[in-house]
């Protein structure tokens, strides 16, 4: 494999490095507990510190057999793998036919799902879990939730109807997607109101969803296998639905405090989590502003140790600046490679800004200016809430400028390692661990299947009539790019990084279930021999792909094996 040079970023790494806080020597009171606490800015489990790699399967739960899941658990601990995030919520607003469902949310009114095909079935996943020494994020909720268009006239799939619009994928059933379990957008549209972050102000919403918080809390107090409560997947202000002009950073850090202060109430023993998508806002109001401790006596450093500085907040000033820094890095070895885009004009032999590029005030992007309605650095100061948590999606979400003067993968790369150094900063000033909860790169082979997480639509299946001829990275530039992710991971000092997501074959299939037969060995009807005894059907499947599944990538794996060596001894 040929990894990433590490010169454009060996300065960055070292920096976040030096400015990461200094472990506690005190160790948490509930330290030597079998239960994940913190201590400081790490984690501790039975009186030892834990960083991991970890991997998602929100689908797990909906598996056709225990032999599966156990199965799936199994592969996953192989690899040194030491967390699973899931799916601990599964919405539906009509009872289905067939597979699994936790809640049902009509018309106002919910109802649990406590039998084998509702939260026992989470429950099997837990006690698995536990046997083969994994922890378990239980993320409570999505953000997202879109619905197909309503006038499909294909019969519905397990109850549920897709889009019937060439690239939908509208033979997917119900759970394939991440974005099909219900969530935010289902409660919304179930109590008759309009917007996005109703879900958030709405008192009936909210003692529903604390409802359904307890039900799923309360039955896992005494489980050492979970990790934490996740709070929600990626919850902002907008989703398919859209947001009320008064949402703003306040109102999800004021709904996160809400939740946390009430599973905590019930739960003494787990961690909580939010499980935002990481956006910063340097500049937004703080509910949650940080005061720092008085700073101890300054002491000379040991002979030979260089003296480390104290995490501050990312400021703008910050960001652009390292922004210019790269850029800078990035044309001089453009230069000498002698391939050098210039992007001014040329004045007596030199090139120089152009007016309009001169005038233009620099902007941070979407991540860093609160128009999502997320401030993570305010979010991970709450009290209840134990780690910093973010997402690196770049197929969905831009986390920096384009340089012209690398591959456009190499600036994926890039932007997305300065995203991973800016959050472990954050993390650092606030005093807390930081885990990276999700991140995935879409390759071209993947492409047919990539579903974004805020749609029903493959905008590059085959069918798909606008779809491009090459979407994608290559698998090799997505295995350098993990490579480089994970890495600056643990070089920066983060405590956890889990990604986004596992695939797993030879899964039991059943028509109309999340795991539909693909492939069937069918029944032979009529025997070629007298005598001959007709094959039984078997059907195979695999695990939910939309766009990310690693299923049949044993680079992807052997890179998560790897990681797992090395951030187990950072």
């Not at 689908?59 to 967390?83: E, H, M, Q, Y």
């Not at 918080?213 to 996740?230: A, G, I, K, M």
């Not at 090139?351 to 401030?375: C, E, F, I, M, N």
Request: overall charge neutral; glycine content about 8%.
């Amino acid at each position: 494999m040929n990894f990433l040079p590490w010169v454009s970023l060996f300065f960055s790494i070292l920096w976040a490095s030096t400015v990461a806080a200094i472990p506690s020597q005190t160790t948490d009171k509930r330290a030597s507990s079998p239960f994940v606490s913190t201590s400081g800015p790490g984690f501790v489990v039975n009186g030892s510190s834990l960083k991991y790699i970890g991997t998602n399967a929100y689908w797990l739960p909906t598996l056709n057999t225990n032999a599966d899941i156990w199965n799936t658990l199994s592969n996953i601990s192989a690899l040194g793998i030491k967390v699973v995030r899931l799916w601990a919520f599964n919405d539906v607003s009509t009872i289905p036919v067939n597979g699994t469902w936790f809640q049902l949310i009509q018309n106002g009114t919910v109802t649990v799902n406590n039998g084998p095909n509702g939260l026992q079935k989470l429950d099997t996943v837990i006690q698995m879990a536990e046997q083969h020494g994994l922890y378990v994020i239980l993320s409570l909720t999505n953000n997202w939730y879109p619905l197909p268009l309503l006038n499909s006239t294909v019969p519905p799939v397990n109850s549920t109807a897709f889009d019937v619009t060439p690239g939908t994928n509208n033979t997917l059933p119900r759970n394939y997607l991440s974005n099909n379990y219900g969530g935010m957008d289902l409660y919304v549209r179930q109590f008759g109101l309009q917007t996005h972050d109703q879900f958030y102000t709405n008192p009936s919403i909210l003692a529903s969803f604390m409802n359904y918080t307890t039900q799923v809390v309360s039955r896992y107090v005494n489980s050492p296998s979970v990790f934490s409560y996740e709070l929600a997947n990626d919850p902002r202000c907008n989703s398919t639905l859209g947001a009320s002009p008064t949402c703003t950073t306040e109102t999800i850090t004021t709904w996160h405090a809400t939740v946390a202060s009430h599973i905590r109430s019930i739960d003494p023993n787990h961690l909580i989590s939010s499980g935002v998508g990481g956006y910063l806002c340097p500049t937004c109001p703080k509910l949650y502003p940080l005061t720092p401790a008085p700073a101890p006596p300054a002491t000379s450093p040991a002979p030979g140790k260089k003296k480390r500085s104290q995490a501050q907040p990312v400021t703008k000033e910050q960001i652009l600046r390292e922004r210019s820094e790269r850029r800078r890095r990035n044309r001089e070895a453009a230069k000498r490679a002698g391939t050098l885009v210039e992007d001014g004009v040329r004045v007596r032999g030199r090139w120089v800004s152009t007016a309009t590029k001169r005038q233009q005030t620099p902007t941070l992007g979407s991540v860093y200016d609160g128009s999502y309605g997320v401030d993570s650095q305010d979010i991970s100061n709450i009290p209840d809430i134990g780690f910093s948590s973010f997402q690196l999606f770049p197929d969905q979400q831009s986390y920096g400028p384009v340089d012209p003067n690398v591959a456009p993968w190499q600036s994926i790369e890039q932007n997305g390692a300065q995203w991973i150094i800016t959050q472990a900063q954050t993390a650092s000033a606030v005093g807390k661990p930081s885990i990276l909860t999700g991140f995935g790169l879409v390759t071209q082979s993947n492409a047919p299947s990539f579903v974004p997480f805020n749609s029903t639509v493959a905008p590059f299946a085959a069918d798909n009539p606008n779809a491009s001829t090459t979407y994608g990275v290559t698998s090799q530039q997505q295995a350098d790019t993990y490579t480089s992710w994970l890495n600056t991971g643990i070089a920066a000092g983060l405590n956890g990084i889990i990604q986004y997501q596992w695939g797993q074959s030879n899964l039991t299939a059943e028509p109309g279930t999340t795991v539909s037969p693909p492939t069937t060995t069918g029944e032979t009807s009529t025997p070629s021999s007298p005598g001959q005894v007709p094959t039984p059907q078997q059907t195979t499947g695999q695990s939910p792909n939309d766009g990310y599944s690693s299923t049949g990538s044993t680079t992807v794996q052997q890179i998560l094996g790897n990681a797992s060596q090395s951030i187990a001894a950072n």
